[in-house]
């Protein structure tokens, strides 16, 4: 169901009460059971983080540690926030969009959860890779501002030009994104002993990270060739599960198997992050 019907009707974007947008998640079930699926999953994923770390003990694995482990932590606080309503507002669709008028769930935490935790994604495959301080900046800069155009995308209203303007915006910060991944950063790896577990990595982040824009472009913010706000979550939904937990665990029974690599300052790297001065 795309719109919430006329409770909200004089409202503007984000001001629907919190126990209106709570109702609406609540009588929902296909929407309500996407966010209870990441709570249950980060949440255990936090305690398996917690375990198989225990034993890491070398200052760069255990900074790669950390900003993995901040993933899940991120994604449970940002979950609650979208299923108390804290986090979904409701915007009205602009002329030009399929649902134009209509009033619909607007999920904008999530965005503020990919700009929180996506810099730790990006953080923890560039520290795997050894990757220079200057390059590692760039990267999360962008992806930052992928992010930030990303919620201007979803929540203009007044033009549904502008909307696939700042998706257009996006698209071009993911593509220097995209491009460290796969053209720059896979030889930094190598050369740090790290080609083979960051060549997985890469590639699960890439083909699921396409999937974002892929959603929101079939989803109810864009064509809405599915015009499901719950089917539409369902699909962010998914993504994060192999995007973050799966990433997550991969990367982690690696870095706890392999501390002696990870360790290893590498002679591509000018400074290393975790050292302090002699």
């Known amino acids: 169901m795309a719109s919430i019907g006329s409770a909200a009707a004089t409202t503007t974007p984000l001001q629907t009460t919190q126990a209106d947008v709570l109702s609406e998640i609540r009588n929902d079930v ?15 994923s936090i305690l398996l983080f917690v375990y198989m770390g225990r ?16 993933i899940p932590l991120i994604s449970l606080a940002s979950y609650l926030g979208l299923l108390s309503g804290l986090t979904v507002g409701v915007v009205e669709l602009p002329p030009g969009h399929a649902l134009a008028g209509e009033e619909v769930l607007s999920q904008w935490g999530r965005y503020l959860t990919w700009t929180l935790s996506t810099p730790m994604i990006l953080l923890a495959l560039g520290l795997l890779a050894d ?7 760039t990267v999360i800069a962008a992806d930052i501002a992928m992010c930030v155009t990303g919620l201007a995308a979803a929540l203009v209203t007044s033009s549904y030009l502008f909307r696939w303007a700042f998706y257009a915006i996006s698209s071009a910060f993911f593509l220097v994104v995209l491009y460290a991944l796969l053209a720059e950063w896979p030889a930094a790896a190598a050369d740090a002993g790290a080609g083979e577990i960051f060549g997985t990595l890469r590639s699960l982040t890439v083909v699921l990270w396409l999937g974002y824009p892929l959603v929101w472009a079939v989803g109810v ?3 809405a ?3 499901s706000v719950g089917l539409t979550s369902w699909g962010y939904s998914v993504l994060d599960i192999f995007a973050k937990y799966v990433f997550a665990f991969l990367l982690l029974r690696w870095v706890a198997a392999n501390e002696s690599t990870v360790a290893a300052r590498t002679a591509r790297s000018g400074t290393d992050p975790t050292a302090t001065d002699d």
């Open 30 to 44: 296909v929407l309500s059971s996407s966010l209870w699926a990441n709570i249950a999953l980060a949440g255990v």
């Open 55 to 70: 034993r890491v003990s070398a200052p760069r694995a255990r900074f790669i540690w950390g900003a993995t482990l901040l």
């Open 131 to 137: 990757v220079d301080v200057g390059s590692l900046f």
């Open 221 to 223: 913010e864009g064509l």
């Open 225 to 227: 060739l599915v015009e």
